[in-house]
């Protein structure tokens, strides 16, 4: 991983801007899953590393303006890029980054440039699909499988698939392999803003339904309510909760069992996933999906 | 130029979202001046309308974000996109046209992909040297001209270079070509500033100065006045002028020949451009320099 933070930091170096460097350095680093995931696919390739260090680059992007466009103060308990040094630096710095990113993309043969530019498009198109979808209490689960696939899916499916190109395997195995990863991922993910502490994700519990997202758990929960309770349920979408409304939300959601039929989703895409890639008995495979989905932050 | 935005708008279409459509529609179209200059110099390649229509696609994105960053509420005389919807959608928009164009780019052949991402990669630089620069008064000519080819000059340089790789030219040439007339471009931009009338411009003259621009004539009249003038022009940096001070700035630019001496360098950079690609004598290069250049707005 720390070969992967150097080239990271050349491709910016070779921008001959003090600036711009002095500025990176207070880019969150995050976790680099999705660099694992490539170094776990290409174990050959001499590219893996350089294709690792790109993606991590386009995903930092998406996170700095992600949080100019959701406010966000903090990420994962800390002060976030765009608090600290203001949204216009945040939108700059993400652009930088990802612009750094595509040109060296280019460099790389045409179908990993296109599996993962074509990626971008959709995560991009798929901010926009949440911000869309927060506006008002969406109920229809199509809608919202459609929009963690671009938002989140989608990159981590191109990063299994341009890292399959990379070692000459069949590249839309890996997809399918990567495309349920992700989306279990951000299943998890969402599950964790309602069963994870404060001081775990520094941010609220039920941030998201404040947030007007409605994610797995709470279209379950939704589907299972009677007229009065889902008329209830919606008159808290997008409020500050007080103890009693939180309550009442993690009672129903007990009572329906909306936690355990969401962490049964995920670990099926999970299964799906695995099945996807079995035959190339590719160690550490498993081990990515066990992590992404058994983790609590 | 219709083919163009036809071009553009069946990118658009194929994110298979009415949404992004819809918001599409208000993304100003511009004077499509570098889709002007690739199809001049690409005359036969059946890629060219493509090309153009990718560059238009990362010119739009950079003015979204532009004017987020710049807090421009006007483009043109018009109401600017982030001043209709707000700039969280002007920035997710600006993300959607550069990845959807970076994604059709990635169609193309290596080294017109890596020319036209490495350029996007300078502009991006360029907007926050930009924004530094403007941070207090810059009085280094070099760090300007520095700035502004890799803000305006460097996608022009790169346009007029991958448009004769599609046609087979010596790229060198049209990059130098492009180089210096994105340069004399933003040169004459930055004139207009001072000697256009707001009703021709969208804003007040003398606006760069006062959002802490020190542009070419600025940097001319600053290395003509003496201690005492000089302190006088550092205390009008960023202030709402009034008519007085507007006055004194434009008497003293004047008296030194700022404007002239500015525009002669945007000639000869002008000059220099078209000497550069004289020996392919090409239909039109003259013409674009001479658009370029002698406009008024």
């Known amino acids: 991983m720390e070969q992967i933070s150097e080239v990271m930091s050349s491709f910016i170096a070779s921008l001959n801007d003090n600036k711009i460097v002095r500025l990176y350095e207070n880019v969150p680093q995050g976790k680099r899953l999705r660099a694992k995931l490539i170094l776990k696919i290409a174990k050959t390739s001499p590219d893996a590393v350089k294709l690792a260090a790109i993606v991590e680059m386009i995903h930092a992007a998406s996170l700095l303006h992600d949080d100019v466009i959701d406010d966000a103060n903090t990420r994962r308990g800390k002060e976030s890029f765009n608090a600290k040094f203001g949204s216009k630096s945040a939108i700059m710095m993400g652009d930088i980054l990802y612009s750094v990113a595509f040109s060296r993309l280019a460099e790389f043969p045409k179908d990993v440039a296109a599996c993962l530019s074509n990626a971008v498009a959709l995560l991009s198109a798929g901010e926009l699909s949440d911000v869309e979808l927060s506006k008002r209490f969406n109920t229809d689960r199509s809608r919202y499988l459609n929009m963690i696939y671009r938002k989140t899916a989608s990159l981590i499916e191109a990063c299994a698939a341009s890292a399959a190109m990379l070692e000459g395997y069949n590249s839309d195995d890996f997809a399918l392999y990567g495309k349920n990863l992700g989306l279990a991922f951000q299943i998890i993910d969402d599950i964790l803003d309602i069963t994870s502490s404060e001081k775990i994700l520094g941010k609220p519990a039920l941030h998201d339904f404040k947030e007007g997202k409605v994610t797995l758990p709470y279209l379950y929960m939704y589907k299972k309510c009677d007229e009065k309770d889902k008329e209830y349920m919606t008159t808290l979408y ?19 069992g909306a936690i355990e039929r969401s962490v049964k989703e995920a670990k099926k895409l999970g299964y799906e996933a695995l099945k996807a890639v079995e035959k190339y008995e590719i160690d550490g495979l498993r081990e990515i999906i066990t992590q992404m989905i058994e983790r609590d932050f």
Not at 245 to 251: L, M, P
């Open 238 to 256: 997008k409020k500050s909760l007080n103890s009693y409304e939180s309550a009442w939300i993690k009672e129903k959601m007990k009572e329906f």
